[in-house]
């Protein structure tokens, strides 16, 4: 069964980082794209970077270019969104999904989501 499960978030205060992880299970993950999403309170659902499935390119949303970067262990099936420079406008719930198609930022895209983990910036 194909699953993914995040973890890393936390409570931090503005300009703190963070690693959230993506830990992946039932598929061979070079064989997939996996995108990042946030979704904060009362808003939708919004694309943040994803990571191609065979070459690992990766591409970012204008917003956190420069400040967010994805990687990935095949080897460990897990995938790495390292946050810095976290403003309180990044507070979401940070999900990871995983789609055979080539990466998207469209999360219709995608066809398997984890539960997401809770970022919070805070002074």
């Known amino acids: 069964q194909l699953q993914l499960v995040e973890s890393g978030g936390d409570l931090v205060q503005p300009g703190g980082s963070l690693r959230l992880s993506c830990a992946t299970s039932?598929?061979?993950?070079?064989?997939?794209?996996i995108g990042w999403f946030r979704q904060a309170l009362g808003k939708e659902r919004e694309w943040v970077s994803c990571?191609?499935?065979?070459?690992?390119?990766?591409f970012y949303a204008d917003s956190v270019k420069g400040r967010f970067t994805t990687s990935k262990d095949n080897a460990k099936n897990t995938v790495y969104l390292q946050i810095n420079s976290l403003k309180p406008e990044d507070t979401a719930v940070y999900y990871c999904?995983?789609?055979?198609?080539?990466?998207?930022?469209?999360?219709?895209?995608?066809?398997?989501w984890g539960r997401g983990t809770q970022v919070t910036v805070s002074s």
């Open positions: 039932g598929f061979t993950l070079e064989y997939y794209a």
């Open positions: 990571i191609s499935g065979g070459d690992g390119e990766t």
């Open positions: 999904a995983a789609t055979v198609r080539i990466a998207s930022m469209n999360p219709h895209d995608y066809d398997y």
